[in-house]
């Protein structure tokens, strides 16, 4: 089993940052990838970012390219997402996702973990 806790969330104003973090803990062994997905009040849960073990790839949704940075630090089995430039249709409950493979995908099926997810406000 592995565990993922979430922090950073907050309300922040349009324009604003944040950094989130995700610390994996358990059974994290091979070289897995993490995720960020997120969901609105209504919608569906949708992809953000991944991030390969060696960090040498990443991938986004279109939405969040040049303002979004996916990130991690496998020493402390951590990774962060680094929200710049934010907006209000970033509002959400943020996830970070957990993948025993290393191949990055935006769908969910692919992802074996699941934190419990922050919240984060994006004021206009």
């Known amino acids: 089993q592995v565990q993922l806790v979430e922090s950073g969330g907050g309300l922040v104003q349009a324009g604003g940052s944040l950094r989130l973090s995700c610390a994996a803990s358990?059974?994290?062994?091979?070289?897995?990838?993490m995720a960020w997905f997120r969901q609105a009040p209504g919608k569906e849960r949708e992809f953000v970012g991944a991030?390969?073990?060696?960090?040498?790839?990443?991938v986004y949704t279109d939405s969040v390219k040049g303002r979004f940075t996916i990130f991690r630090d496998n020493a402390k089995n951590t990774v962060y997402l680094q929200m710049n430039s934010l907006k209000p249709e970033d509002t959400a409950v943020y996830y970070c996702?957990?993948?025993?493979?290393?191949?990055?995908?935006?769908?969910?099926?692919?992802?074996?973990?699941w934190g419990q997810g922050t919240q984060v406000t994006v004021s206009s």
């Open positions: 996702a957990y993948s025993i493979f290393g191949t990055l995908s935006p769908s969910r099926s692919a992802f074996h973990y």
């Open positions: 358990g059974r994290t062994v091979g070289n897995f990838a």
């Open positions: 991030v390969s073990w060696s960090s040498d790839n990443t």
